[in-house]
């Protein structure tokens, strides 16, 4: 029978920037005697990715804007907050009172361009999504297969809320070594119906199984591995796949 296995990586230090992030993976599953075998999907938050790259910015050293500072009074959020999104974003989605949901550079939309203030140090301090979650999953990767011969799939994941559900999912940002979505179009069900629409998207699907043990309040937890999934691997995999093209985009 098959069977998928969620393994949350325990007793990772805090990250801090210049961390060798696949390094205090492999040795802290090693540790936990759940070392990474062939095939395994390695979930981790992209606040830990980003800490690791060193992006992390302290608003006491932002100056806003005239622009930032408008939209900061339409949507009660603080001026440097608001230009830090603004420096991030490629275009406003939707903007209400407490709610500014944009097109990041790399084409991700989400709240607030995905700026955290969550599980991470410093009271003024804040995490930016990482420059190229796609390159940073394969970086990782990479790493991982030199350290343990282990050839894995990388997630790096992110937290989002959806237009017509109550609460959030994580989500995938970056992939590397994996397809993200499984095109089932052409096969058949049960009764033998053609499928013509059905494609899942299985790196999401992981992404929010992972964070049933990573959880959201525990920084000390931002990684998990996945055992047991069979996915249909991929060199130049990219989760921009996952994102539905503006002209299929029937909310904008």
């Given at each position: 029978m098959d069977s998928v296995e969620i393994i949350a990586v325990e007793n990772l230090p805090l990250i801090t920037g210049g961390d060798k992030l696949a390094e205090l993976i492999c040795n802290a599953a090693k540790k936990q005697n759940t070392p990474i075998q062939e095939k395994d999907v390695i979930v981790i938050t992209h606040v830990a990715v980003s800490k690791a790259e060193g992006n992390v910015v302290n608003l006491d050293q932002v100056a806003p804007s005239e622009r930032a500072k408008e939209i900061a009074r339409r949507t009660g959020k603080e001026p440097a907050l608001v230009e830090i999104i603004l420096?991030?974003?490629?275009?406003?989605?939707?903007?209400?009172?407490?709610?500014?949901?944009?097109?990041?550079?790399?084409?991700i939309v989400c709240?607030?361009?995905?700026?955290?203030?969550?599980?991470?140090?410093?009271?003024?301090?804040?995490?930016?999504?990482?420059?190229?979650?796609?390159?940073?999953?394969?970086?990782?990767?990479?790493?991982?297969?030199?350290?343990?011969?282990?050839?894995?799939?990388?997630?790096?994941?992110?937290?989002?809320?959806?237009?017509?559900?109550?609460?959030?999912?994580?989500?995938?940002?970056?992939?590397?070594?994996?397809?993200?979505?499984?095109d089932r179009r052409g096969e058949k069900d049960l009764f033998g119906y053609v499928l013509k629409i059905k494609q899942t998207a299985v790196a999401d699907e992981l992404a929010s199984a992972a964070e049933l043990v990573i959880g959201q309040a525990n920084e000390g937890i931002p990684v998990a591995i996945i055992r047991g999934y069979r996915y249909q691997a991929a060199e130049s995999a990219s989760a921009a796949e996952l994102t539905r093209p503006k002209e299929k985009d029937l909310f904008r």
């Amino acid at each position: 029978m098959d069977s998928v296995e969620i393994i949350a990586v325990e007793n990772l230090p805090l990250i801090t920037g210049g961390d060798k992030l696949a390094e205090l993976i492999c040795n802290a599953a090693k540790k936990q005697n759940t070392p990474i075998q062939e095939k395994d999907v390695i979930v981790i938050t992209h606040v830990a990715v980003s800490k690791a790259e060193g992006n992390v910015v302290n608003l006491d050293q932002v100056a806003p804007s005239e622009r930032a500072k408008e939209i900061a009074r339409r949507t009660g959020k603080e001026p440097a907050l608001v230009e830090i999104i603004l420096r991030e974003t490629k275009e406003i989605v939707r903007m209400r009172r407490n709610s500014l949901i944009t097109e990041t550079k790399n084409g991700i939309v989400c709240a607030n361009a995905g700026v955290d203030r969550s599980n991470i140090e410093g009271e003024r301090n804040i995490v930016l999504l990482p420059k190229d979650p796609n390159a940073s999953a394969q970086k990782t990767r990479q790493e991982i297969k030199r350290l343990t011969g282990c050839d894995v799939a990388v997630i790096v994941s992110d937290t989002h809320g959806r237009p017509f559900r109550m609460g959030e999912i994580n989500v995938a940002i970056g992939v590397a070594g994996i397809k993200p979505i499984r095109d089932r179009r052409g096969e058949k069900d049960l009764f033998g119906y053609v499928l013509k629409i059905k494609q899942t998207a299985v790196a999401d699907e992981l992404a929010s199984a992972a964070e049933l043990v990573i959880g959201q309040a525990n920084e000390g937890i931002p990684v998990a591995i996945i055992r047991g999934y069979r996915y249909q691997a991929a060199e130049s995999a990219s989760a921009a796949e996952l994102t539905r093209p503006k002209e299929k985009d029937l909310f904008r």
